[in-house]
């Protein structure tokens, strides 16, 4: 079944413990792939995961008591994505390669994973909802709580 392939990103969701760490992790070299057509595509790439996490979502839970199970992980894809943001548009930028940010991609890796779980103020409020709107927009959130810290710790970097 196509959606829960997508929902699982690519069956990452049925590894455990800690799923959502393994779908994050797993949506990195999806990442690096989709930032190879540039920031742009990656940016189109990023937004188009919305309509299809939310799909995906509504898909595999359809009948089910539990509108937000641990194995769908398409929501921490487009975290991440969000979080990636500012890297893939900072390496375009200054001309290099993205993988020439490793920094920040461990730094919006551990930032959104900080954030999903902590899930502070309005990740909690987008988390507390009972469909797949809440599913999908609590980690978008915290993924824009990442990119924000991503880009607070690069100019860090760059003015010490």
Same mark, same amino acid.
């Given at each position: 079944m196509i959606a829960k392939l997508v929902a699982t990103v690519l069956y990452s969701g049925l590894l455990k413990p800690a799923p959502g760490t393994w779908g994050t992790l797993a949506a990195l070299p999806l990442a690096w792939l989709a930032a190879q057509g540039g920031p742009l595509v990656f940016t189109a790439l990023t937004a188009l995961m919305v309509p299809l996490g939310?799909?995906?979502?509504?898909?595999?839970? @359809?009948?089910?008591? $539990?509108? $937000?199970?641990?194995?769908?992980? /398409? $929501?921490? +894809?487009?975290?991440?994505? /969000? &979080?990636? +943001?500012?890297?893939?548009?900072? =390496?375009?930028? =200054?001309?290099?390669?993205?993988?020439?940010?490793?920094?920040?991609?461990? &730094?919006?890796?551990? +930032?959104?994973?900080?954030? $999903? /779980?902590? @899930?502070p103020g309005p990740v909690g409020w987008m988390d507390r909802r009972s469909d797949a709107w809440g599913v999908m927009l609590d980690d978008a959130v915290a993924g824009v709580m990442a990119a924000v810290g991503v880009v607070l710790l690069a100019g860090l970097a760059h003015a010490l």
């Open positions: 939310y799909w995906a979502t509504v898909e595999v839970t @359809k009948g089910a008591a $539990d509108h $937000d199970p641990g194995e769908v992980v /398409i $929501d921490e +894809l487009l975290g991440v994505w /969000i &979080a990636l +943001l500012p890297v893939v548009w900072g =390496a375009a930028r =200054a001309g290099v390669e993205v993988e020439r940010l490793w920094p920040g991609w461990i &730094a919006a890796f551990v +930032l959104f994973r900080l954030f $999903d /779980i902590w @899930k």
